[in-house]
């Protein structure tokens, strides 16, 4: 018989069995005046000054080191005590070194004290970043390590509540549209070659940081896209923020950074454009995804709507959408002379007319309705072809 103990991973600050407010994300847009990076760690809020840090799980002490002066002290701790092999382990950093802290060759426990946090130099920010690392040897010597997963898929709980939020990312668009790999931005109304489409998003934890709520915008684990329109395009992964993260590493991929889409994440903003169709539709951000984009050259001319989603660890999810045109021939006194009669105004003469005029229903989201019965009130649009593709904006009241 085969017994398996399952084992909860908690907060490195106390209570270790509640969600923590966070300061900063995995894979977080961060530029604090040197060059751009994504985040390579959480960063759990200490809110008082010089809070206890406390280990999330039993291991052996590796790594007792800082990257640069007193405020960027940190512990590796590995989960097994292995010299000659590759072993994962929590990294909890600016701890400091002038109070207690475990050192280089401790075991220990789960809950046990590991040291305090330094005050940090910009009031409020005392926090610890947490990461979950990977490295090898007896005794880890230089913070030269590989981040290999977010640490909200792991520790338990996560009481997220709110959901990620859309802003606009082009004047009064929700989406903003380049040239791919340029800064050549395109009217939604005359979308043409091969393009990105830029979102931005930001997510909350919803546990509030009241006297610095910029902090609180950090970004979502995962997002998406997909294209509905005369040719449906099918939802693709656009970034997953969990696993391995060369933070270093292709950050123009993920993010756009220019003086209209202007990426930021420091002490004064966050405001993250993520180009969202700079993916071959798996997890892993490499340097090759940037050639890929929503090609529209030779596609039928019409409507299109798109739809961005983003999630967050928690499972917390949010939509967002806007149609942007492909242009062909003008067909308005045909759409005139087309919708000349009246649009029903039964449900059950909706479908029936669609079929006349060999349209279909679409709501604002963009998804095809397929049983006009179960329709509620809102908007919708019409899409059929009169000598072109058309569209319809129509308001149903029940």
């Given at each position: 018989?085969?017994?398996?103990?399952?084992?909860?991973?908690?907060?490195?600050?106390?209570?270790?069995?509640?969600?923590?407010?966070?300061?900063?994300?995995?894979?977080?847009?961060?530029?604090?005046?040197?060059?751009?990076?994504?985040?390579?760690?959480?960063?759990?809020?200490?809110?008082?000054?010089?809070?206890p840090?406390?280990?999330?799980?039993?291991?052996?002490?590796?790594?007792w080191?800082?990257?640069?002066?007193?405020?960027?002290?940190?512990?590796?701790?590995?989960?097994?005590?292995?010299?000659?092999?590759s072993?994962?382990?929590?990294?909890?950093?600016?701890i400091?070194p002038?109070?207690?802290h475990?050192?280089?060759?401790?075991?220990?426990?789960?809950?046990?004290?590991?040291?305090?946090?330094?005050?940090?130099?910009?009031?409020?920010?005392?926090?610890?970043?947490?990461?979950?690392?990977?490295?090898?040897?007896?005794?880890?010597?230089?913070?030269?390590?590989?981040?290999?997963?977010n640490?909200?898929?792991?520790?338990?709980?996560?009481?997220?509540?709110?959901k990620?939020?859309?802003?606009?990312?082009?004047?009064?668009?929700?989406?903003?549209?380049?040239?791919?790999?340029?800064?050549?931005?395109?009217?939604?109304?005359?979308?043409?070659?091969?393009?990105?489409?830029?979102?931005?998003?930001?997510?909350?934890?919803?546990?509030?940081?009241?006297?610095?709520?910029?902090?609180?915008?950090?970004?979502?684990?995962?997002?998406?896209?997909?294209?509905?329109?005369?040719?449906?395009?099918?939802?693709?992964?656009?970034?997953?923020?969990?696993?391995?993260?060369?933070?270093?590493?292709?950050?123009g991929?993920?993010?756009?950074?220019?003086?209209?889409c202007?990426?930021?994440?420091?002490?004064?903003?966050?405001?993250?454009?993520?180009?969202?169709?700079?993916?071959?539709g798996?997890?892993?951000?490499?340097?090759?995804?940037?050639?890929?984009?929503?090609?529209?050259?030779?596609?039928?001319?019409?409507?299109?709507?798109?739809?961005?989603?983003?999630?967050?660890?928690?499972?917390?999810?949010?939509?967002?959408?806007?149609?942007?045109?492909?242009?062909?021939?003008?067909?308005?006194?045909?759409?005139?002379?087309?919708?000349?009669?009246?649009?029903?105004?039964?449900?059950?003469?909706?479908?029936?007319?669609?079929?006349?005029?060999?349209?279909?229903?679409?709501?604002?989201?963009?998804?095809?309705?397929?049983?006009?019965?179960?329709?509620?009130?809102?908007?919708?649009?019409?899409?059929?072809?009169?000598?072109?593709?058309?569209?319809?904006?129509?308001?149903?009241?029940?």
């Amino acid at each position: 018989m085969i017994i398996l103990f399952l084992f909860e991973i908690g907060w490195p600050l106390a209570p270790q069995n509640s969600t923590h407010p966070l300061g900063n994300n995995w894979g977080e847009f961060q530029d604090y005046g040197g060059w751009p990076y994504m985040h390579p760690g959480i960063d759990v809020m200490g809110m008082d000054i010089g809070k206890p840090v406390y280990a999330v799980q039993r291991g052996f002490v590796k790594a007792w080191l800082t990257t640069s002066g007193e405020y960027h002290w940190r512990l590796a701790i590995a989960d097994t005590n292995i010299a000659n092999d590759s072993v994962e382990a929590w990294l909890y950093a600016h701890i400091d070194p002038n109070q207690y802290h475990k050192d280089i060759g401790d075991t220990v426990n789960a809950g046990d004290l590991i040291g305090y946090l330094v005050p940090w130099p910009v009031s409020g920010f005392d926090h610890c970043h947490f990461a979950r690392i990977k490295d090898i040897g007896a005794v880890w010597q230089y913070a030269d390590w590989a981040f290999v997963q977010n640490p909200l898929v792991i520790i338990t709980p996560y009481d997220d509540t709110a959901k990620p939020v859309f802003e606009n990312a082009y004047g009064s668009y929700k989406f903003a549209l380049c040239q791919n790999n340029t800064n050549t931005y395109l009217n939604p109304d005359n979308v043409t070659g091969a393009v990105d489409i830029i979102a931005k998003i930001y997510d909350k934890t919803g546990i509030p940081l009241p006297q610095y709520p910029v902090w609180e915008r950090m970004i979502p684990l995962g997002i998406s896209y997909e294209i509905h329109g005369p040719v449906n395009f099918p939802e693709k992964l656009s970034f997953l923020f969990k696993g391995y993260l060369y933070y270093t590493n292709n950050i123009g991929v993920v993010y756009k950074d220019d003086a209209i889409c202007d990426s930021r994440g420091d002490y004064e903003y966050r405001d993250y454009y993520f180009i969202v169709t700079n993916t071959d539709g798996d997890s892993l951000i490499e340097a090759t995804d940037a050639a890929y984009s929503w090609n529209t050259n030779g596609l039928t001319p019409g409507n299109y709507w798109i739809i961005v989603k983003a999630w967050d660890a928690a499972g917390n999810e949010a939509k967002d959408s806007m149609m942007v045109t492909i242009p062909g021939p003008s067909v308005e006194e045909g759409e005139k002379k087309f919708f000349s009669n009246k649009i029903p105004s039964h449900l059950k003469d909706i479908g029936q007319f669609l079929k006349r005029i060999n349209g279909r229903l679409y709501d604002i989201n963009g998804r095809a309705v397929n049983n006009v019965c179960l329709l509620n009130s809102g908007v919708y649009f019409i899409l059929y072809n009169n000598n072109g593709l058309c569209y319809k904006k129509v308001i149903i009241v029940k």
